[in-house]
């Protein structure tokens, strides 16, 4: 193919969606190294010794991308959105498993300096994080959209827009409000 990457992924997504199953093989080393990183990027905070290793989160991400039947994929960016959710559910469900809330002590934390910053609170707790993104979704669903697809997705600006239909202006507005209000939320739960 002698298309971009982006549009080679989002033709490989379309006919993965349509049923061509040789569609996936050619597209997981595509989006592969993407998803790697940003699963690196969240261990990379982890304490020494953390039993979830990066390359399981990536695994478990596609595993259940592969598994969630036929979605139909819009280009690239919905693609990296839906795995940012799956990360963001796996990361939780694993920080919660573990008790990390309950017992205090090994708190699963993630730098929010090392990713598009969320507040300006360096290392706040995933869990706090996804119970404040909870509240920040009943306040305004569209703005903890913009941060789970920014944060948790590492998509730009432009690509949440994109996801979201709606301007790079109203993302780069959304995420303004969304920092702040979590910045609040918070401060207040420390």
């Known amino acids: ?13 379309k006919a993965w969606t349509a049923g ?27 304490r020494p010794g953390h039993t979830l290793q990066t390359t399981a989160l990536v695994n478990e991400v596609y595993l259940r991308l592969v598994d969630c039947g036929q979605v139909n994929w819009q280009d690239r960016a919905h693609f990296f959105a839906v795995s940012a959710q799956l990360m963001r559910r796996i990361l939780i469900d694993f920080a919660r498993s573990r008790g990390y809330q309950k017992r205090g002590g090994g708190l699963f934390h993630i730098s929010l300096e090392d990713a598009p910053s969320v507040c300006s609170e360096p290392d706040p707790d995933i869990v706090a994080l996804d119970d404040a993104l909870k509240e920040l979704a009943k306040v305004d669903d569209r703005k903890s ?9 590492g998509l730009s600006v432009e690509e ?3 996801v979201l239909r709606v301007s790079v202006e109203t993302v780069g507005r959304d995420w303004k409000m969304a920092k702040m209000w979590l910045l609040q939320e918070l401060s207040e739960r420390n």
């Not at 959209?145 to 997705?153: D, I, P």
């Open 1 to 13: 193919m002698t298309d971009s990457p982006t549009h080679e992924v989002t033709q490989l997504l």
């Open 20 to 46: 061509d199953q040789s569609a996936l093989d050619k597209l997981a080393p595509l989006v592969y190294e993407q998803l790697h990183r940003l699963a690196q990027h969240y261990m990379a905070g982890q």
């Open 145 to 153: 959209r913009v941060v789970e697809l920014r944060f948790f997705g």
């Open 160 to 162: 949440t827009a994109e």
